[in-house]
C-alpha cells in the first residue's frame, strides 16, 4: 500500500495526518465526528467551505466579515476539512483561500483575554499548532492562494502550506510584539519557510512585507497579477492532480523526512524512497510508458 510506504519515509506507525506530537491525548471531543461543529453554535455559518472536482479541493476561509481570524471555530472547521476524506484517491491536491481582502488576520484576540482563562488559550494553540502540522503530513500537497493581508497565524497558514501562490498586493507580517504578544507559534513555520535574520526581523518589529518580499525570500512561490491568482493556481493544481497520488505522496513524505538529516542520512533514507518507488504499480508504468513512447495511465493504486 502505498500509505505504508509514505509511513515508512516517515517512520511512522499510524496516519501521519492524525499524529498530534505532544497532544495525543486531547479530549475525545476534539476527535468526533463533527469537528467543523465542535466550539461553535448550530446557528452560526460555518467558518470554512470545502468543495472538491477533478481531485482537486478547494478550502475556502468563509469569515470576512471577522478578517477571517483563525478562531478556535475557525481551525476546526479547517482541520475538519482538510482531514475529510484524505485516504481517498480521489484527492490529489488542496488549495486554501479566503473570502474577502484580508487572506486571515490570525488568531481572534477575543479568544486570547484573561476571562477566557489558561485552558481556552491552550486549547486554541494547540490546536492552531495541529493544524499546521495537518497541512505539512498530509498525503497530498496543500497550495495556500492568498489576495490580501496574511498577518501572524494567518502568515503562519501560508508558511505552512506546500507551495504558496500570491498576488501582487499581498502582504505578510507577524506583529504580535506591537500589541504584546510575541508571535511564538507563527515563528516556527516561518522560521522554516524564509532565512533566519529575515524572519527574526519580522517577528522583531512587526512590520510587513510585500508579495515581491515574501517571494524573495522563500515564503512564497510565486507571485502574479490579482487577476491571474486563480488561473495560476489551479494551473498549478491541475497539474498535480494529473500525476499519479501515490507518487506524489510518498515524494512529499520523503522531502520533508530528509530535510532536517546530514547528508549522508539523507541520501540514505532517500534512496531507500527511490526503491519503494520502483515498487509501486504508478512507478513501473511511468517507466514503461516512457519507454513506450507513451503517456501514462495512473491506477493511482498504491501497489
Not at 7 to 12: I, T
Not at 182 to 199: D, E, I, N, Q, W
Not at 204 to 221: D, K, N, V, Y
Not at 234 to 251: D, E, H, T
Request: charged share 20%.
Amino acid at each position: 500500500m502505498v500509505a505504508v510506504a509514505v509511513l515508512q519515509a516517515f517512520g511512522a506507525k499510524g496516519p501521519l495526518w492524525l499524529r498530534r506530537g505532544p497532544w495525543a491525548q486531547l479530549p475525545a471531543r476534539f476527535c468526533s465526528g463533527d469537528l467543523a461543529g465542535a466550539g461553535r453554535r448550530e446557528s452560526d455559518p460555518r467558518p470554512t467551505s470545502a468543495r472538491q472536482l477533478d481531485g482537486i479541493r478547494n478550502i475556502v476561509l468563509s469569515n470576512p466579515k471577522k478578517r477571517n481570524a483563525l478562531s478556535l471555530a475557525m481551525l476546526k472547521s479547517l482541520r475538519s476539512d482538510i482531514l475529510h476524506d484524505a485516504e481517498s484517491n480521489d484527492l490529489k491536491v488542496i488549495i486554501i483561500s479566503a473570502e474577502g481582502p484580508v487572506f486571515s488576520s490570525g488568531h481572534d484576540l477575543k479568544e486570547l483575554t484573561e476571562e477566557q482563562g489558561r485552558d481556552y488559550h491552550a486549547e486554541v494553540f494547540q490546536t492552531c499548532a495541529e493544524v499546521m502540522m495537518l497541512i505539512r503530513n498530509h498525503p497530498v500537497p496543500v497550495i495556500a492562494m492568498v489576495n490580501g493581508l496574511a498577518t501572524a497565524a494567518g502568515c503562519q497558514l501560508v508558511a505552512s502550506c506546500d507551495i504558496a501562490v500570491a498576488s501582487d498586493k499581498s502582504s505578510f507580517t507577524t506583529p504580535g510584539v506591537n500589541i504584546g504578544l510575541f508571535c511564538s507559534t507563527p515563528g516556527v513555520a516561518l522560521a522554516r519557510a524564509v532565512p533566519k535574520k529575515v524572519a527574526l526581523e519580522m517577528l522583531f518589529t512587526g512590520e510587513p512585507i510585500s508579495a515581491q518580499e515574501a517571494l524573495l525570500h522563500g515564503l512564497l512561490s510565486k507571485v502574479v497579477p490579482e487577476a491571474q491568482l486563480q488561473e495560476e493556481t489551479m494551473r498549478i493544481a491541475r497539474k498535480i492532480a494529473s500525476l499519479s497520488r501515490p507518487v506524489v505522496s510518498l515524494g512529499k513524505a520523503t522531502f520533508y523526512k530528509q530535510l532536517p538529516q546530514d547528508l549522508g542520512t539523507a541520501y540514505y533514507l532517500t534512496s531507500q524512497a527511490m526503491v519503494d518507488n520502483l515498487a509501486l504499480r504508478d512507478g513501473q508504468e511511468g517507466i514503461t510508458s516512457f519507454l513506450q513512447k507513451r503517456k501514462p495511465i495512473w491506477s493511482h493504486e498504491p501497489a
